[in-house]
């Protein structure tokens, strides 16, 4: 069995599509889900789930024992970031190396860095005025939207949508792409 553990700060409406996916596999599992806030929707779904949760901050992931004490126990295979909104230690990068992943909801490297997630990204596209837009889940280095690119699909922007309407579009495109990515990142071991 191949374990999985997810981090995300928000709705976890991601989260929770890869949680529903894994739910009946017999190969990939769901071990650990992971948030920096207290009051993020993914905790929920975690408890619907029936999956261990942890909360923690910044100062946290960079203690010496951190990764020891919370993850190792865990034998984490992939760690998922998805919209996971703290900057990943080069520590935690060192001890899974091309083992952590992220969505971002772009086609980077346009629209990706410091400060530009969730709506900011959509706004940034429209105002751009470009075509199109779409996503794009890479491996985690120690910057921002920086690391090697696994899979971009891209969908259209219409010139009347809305940054809402193009959010829309492309969450859609993430509920179906991540688990399947994840999926085949780890079976192809
Ligand atoms: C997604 O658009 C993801 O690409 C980004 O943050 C958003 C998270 O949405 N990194 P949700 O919390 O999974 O609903």
Known sequence: ????????????????????????????????????????GVLIHARDFNIPAITFG??????????????????????????????????????????IINIHPALLPKFGGKGLFGSHVHNAVKASGDAETGITIHYVNAHYDDGEHILQVKCPVFPNDTPEQIASRVLKLEHFYFPRTIEKILLAE
């Not at 981090?7 to 889900?33: D, M, T, W």
């Not at 520590?91 to 190396?97: A, F, K, M």
């Open 1 to 40: 069995m191949k374990k999985i553990a997810i981090f995300a700060s928000g709705h976890g409406s991601n989260a929770r599509k890869i949680c529903e996916y894994f739910s009946f596999s017999p190969h990939i599992q769901v071990v650990l889900i992971g948030t920096n806030k207290p009051d993020a």
């Open 58 to 99: 910044k100062k946290n992931m960079l203690e010496k024992n951190f990764i020891e004490e919370n993850l190792l126990p865990y034998e984490i295979d992939l760690i998922v970031l998805a919209g996971f909104l703290l900057l990943i230690p080069p520590s935690w990068i060192q001890h899974y190396p091309q083992r």
